[in-house]
C-alpha cells in the first residue's frame, strides 16, 4: 500500500472519530477529509460573487511572487477583506480577479495579463503562473478585484539554463516567531539587491498569540481572542496566516523580491516527525491536522500547481535552476523523516541514532538529490535545508550531545548524502540552513572526527527573524560551541538574516543582524563576511 492511500485511509479513520475529540470539530474534519476531492469547480460552490460588491479592501494581506523559472513567475495574493475572521470577510462564493505583470512600475509596458478565480475552496487566494516572460528579467505585479487595486509587487524571472551569469545574489531568511518580536529584519531585506529570496521554514508558529502579540506589546491594538490558542484546525491555521500576512515588514520583503519557500515543523506543530506527533496524538488525528497545515501552507505561499496537497502529502522539494551558475535543491526533512532518535532532544550519539536505516530526507527525495547532482552542470550546487547539517558537539569532552532533530541524529543519512556529491562530482557544494534562531558558519568535513579530512563544502545557517526575541552577539554556550566544533567559524544569536553572493570564483556570506526585535525600528549591519572559494571549498574570513 502507498504512503498516499495509507493517509487517506487515516483521515477517514480520523473523520469517523473526530467527534469524540475535544480539540477539533465534525466541521474541522470534514473540511480536512474533503481536501482530495473539494477542489473548484464542484457544484457546491459554482456561484459567482460580484467583486464590484467588495466595499473594503480585498487585498489587507499584500503580494508575494515566487518559484522563478526562466520564462515564468508565480504571482500570489489572497482576498480578505477583514483578515482577523473566519472567512476573512469574502462571500462563500468565487471572485473574479485581474491580473497584470509589466515592464515598468507604472505598467505602461504590459508584458501579460489575464483573469484568475478567487475560490472559497482556497480561502481565496490566488496562484497565477504567469508565462511568456524574459529570462533574467525584472517585472512588477499587481491585481484588481472590482475597483480595488492590490500594492505593486517587483519580481525577477530565472537566467536561462544556458547562461553564463556573472554572479547571483540571494537572501536566506528563517523563523519568524510573531508572538517573539517585530519583523524589523524583513524591512531591512525588503531593500536589499537581490535577486531571490530563500525562506527555509517556521514561517509561522503554531504557538498562541495574546492580544497584545506577544513580545510586541501592541499599546494602539488589541488581537483578537480567537489567535490566543494553538493552531489546529484549517481555520485556524488559515487565520494565523492572515495575522502574519498583514505585517507591514513581511508584506514588503515579499513585495519587493521573488521568494522560493520550504517548510519546516512550526508550520504544522514542533519537531514533528513524518506522520508522528510531538504530543503523540494517534496518527490518523495527527495527519488530519498535519493536512490542515500543508493545505494553508500551499493557500498562503506563491507555490505552483505540483505543489499544491492531496490530503496530508504534499511534495515540495524541487530544483530551480539560476543558469550555468547554480543549481538550487530545495529539500523537505520534515514530511519522510524517521522518527528522532531517543525520544527526541539532545543525547549522545548511540545505536539508535547512528542506525544505517535512519532517514531524514526520505529514500525517494535522497535519490532525487543525488541523482540530480549527477546531472547538474552548475558551478555551485546550494540545497536550501531546514535543520543543522554540520555536526554540533555541545562540548569537548569524550562524552558529548548533539540534537537529535538535526542531521547529527540522522548520521547515516547525512553520509548517503555526502557520499552521493563526492560520487557525483560536486566540487562546491553550498547548504543553506535555518531553523535554530542563531547565525552559523560552518566548514563541512567528510570525517567531522577527524578535522584534517577533506572539506567537502561550507554551511550558512541564517538566525532566525523574530524567533528567541532580541538575542545576544554571544550565547551562553558560545564557548563551549566554539571549542567542540573546530569547524565552526562563526557563532552569533541575534536576529536577522544572511545575504549570500555567488560568482565565477567564490561564495561570498554576509552575516546580517538587527539590535533588537522587541521593539521597532533597528538599524541593521553586518557581524561577520565570509568566502569559500570556487574548487577550494572553507570558509575564511572576507
Given amino acids: ?32 477529509l474533503a481536501f482530495a476531492t473539494n477542489l473548484p469547480g464542484g457544484a457546491a460552490h459554482a456561484a459567482e460573487a460580484d467583486a464590484k460588491r467588495l466595499t473594503e479592501d480585498p487585498f489587507t494581506l499584500g503580494v508575494a511572487s515566487g518559484d522563478p523559472l526562466p520564462g515564468s513567475v508565480v504571482l500570489w495574493t489572497r482576498l480578505a477583506p477583514r483578515p482577523y475572521e473566519p472567512g476573512n470577510g469574502m ?99 525588503a531593500e536589499e539587491d537581490l535577486d531571490v529570496v530563500f525562506h527555509l521554514g517556521d514561517y509561522l508558529y503554531e504557538y498562541p498569540v495574546n492580544a497584545v502579540g506577544g513580545a ?35 508584506q514588503a520583503a515579499h513585495a519587493a523580491h521573488p521568494f ?3 517548510w519546516d515543523d512550526h508550520e504544522v506543530e514542533n519537531n514533528y516527525a513524518s506522520g508522528v506527533s510531538e504530543d503523540e496524538l494517534p496518527p490518523a488525528e495527527f495527519l488530519a491536522r498535519r493536512a490542515a497545515g500543508y493545505r494553508a501552507y500551499w493557500e498562503n505561499q506563491p507555490l505552483r500547481r505540483p505543489q499544491r496537497p492531496s490530503g496530508s502529502d504534499m511534495q515540495l522539494y524541487r530544483r530551480v535552476h539560476y543558469g550555468r551558475l547554480a543549481q538550487f535543491d530545495i529539500l523537505d526533512t520534515r514530511q519522510y ?65 548533539v540534537s537529535m532533530d538535526s542531521w547529527d541524529g540522522y ?3 547525512r553520509d548517503r548524502v555526502l557520499a552521493g556529491a563526492e560520487a557525483a562530482g560536486v566540487d562546491n557544494l553550498v547548504v543553506l540552513t535555518g531553523d535554530v534562531h542563531v547565525h552559523y558558519a560552518l566548514d563541512i568535513k567528510k570525517d567531522f572526527a577527524d578535522q584534517n579530512s577533506r572539506t567537502q563544502g561550507v554551511e550558512f545557517v541564517t538566525t532566525s527573524i523574530a524567533s528567541g526575541k532580541d538575542g545576544a552577539d554571544k550565547p551562553a554556550n558560545w564557548d563551549a560551541y566554539m571549542a567542540a566544533n573546530p569547524h565552526m567559524k562563526f557563532y552569533n544569536g541575534r536576529r536577522g538574516y544572511v545575504r549570500i553572493e555567488l560568482d565565477q570564483e567564490k561564495a561570498r556570506a554576509d552575516y546580517r543582524t538587527v539590535s533588537a526585535v522587541t521593539t521597532q525600528g533597528a538599524p541593521v549591519a553586518t557581524a561577520a563576511s565570509f568566502v569559500s572559494e570556487a574548487g577550494d571549498p572553507g570558509l575564511k574570513p572576507a
Fill in 1 to 32: 500500500m502507498t504512503q498516499h492511500s495509507q493517509h487517506d485511509q487515516q483521515l477517514r479513520a480520523a473523520a469517523e472519530h473526530l467527534g469524540r475529540r475535544r480539540f477539533l470539530t465534525v466541521a474541522g474534519a470534514a473540511a480536512t
Fill in 91 to 189: 462571500p462563500d462564493a468565487r471572485v473574479s480577479v485581474r491580473w497584470e505583470i509589466a515592464h515598468d512600475e507604472k505598467f505602461a509596458r504590459i508584458a501579460g495579463q489575464g483573469k484568475a478565480e478567487a475560490h472559497p475552496e482556497f480561502n481565496h487566494s490566488i496562484h497565477v503562473e504567469a508565462t511568456g516572460l524574459g529570462p533574467d528579467r525584472v517585472y512588477y505585479y499587481r491585481f484588481r478585484a472590482g475597483d480595488w487595486i492590490s500594492p505593486v509587487g517587483r519580481t525577477r524571472t530565472a537566467p536561462a539554463r544556458s547562461a553564463q551569469l556573472r554572479s547571483l545574489r540571494l537572501g536566506a531568511v528563517s523563523c519568524q516567531a510573531y508572538h517573539d518580536g517585530y519583523f524589523t529584519a524583513h524591512r531591512h531585506l
Fill in 216 to 250: 510586541r506589546n501592541y499599546t494602539d491594538r488589541t488581537l483578537p481572542a480567537l489567535f490566543n490558542k494553538e493552531t489546529v484546525t484549517l481555520e485556524d491555521y488559515r487565520l494565523r496566516y492572515a495575522l502574519y500576512k498583514s505585517d507591514p515588514d513581511l
Fill in 260 to 262: 522560493v519557500v520550504t
Fill in 337 to 401: 523523516r524517521s522518527d528522532q532518535a531517543y525520544g527526541d532532544g539532545w543525547h549522545a550519539p548511540g545505536p539508535e541514532s547512528t542506525d544505517e536505516s535512519r532517514t531524514l530526507t526520505g529514500a525517494t527525495q535522497e535519490r532525487w538529490l543525488i541523482d540530480g547532482w549527477r546531472g547538474s552542470g552548475a558551478l555551485w550546487n546550494v540545497v536550501p535545508q531546514q535543520v543543522t547539517f554540520a555536526e554540533r558537539r555541545s562540548t569537548t569532552a569524550d562524552t558529548y550531545k
Fill in 411 to 413: 548520521t547515516a543519512s
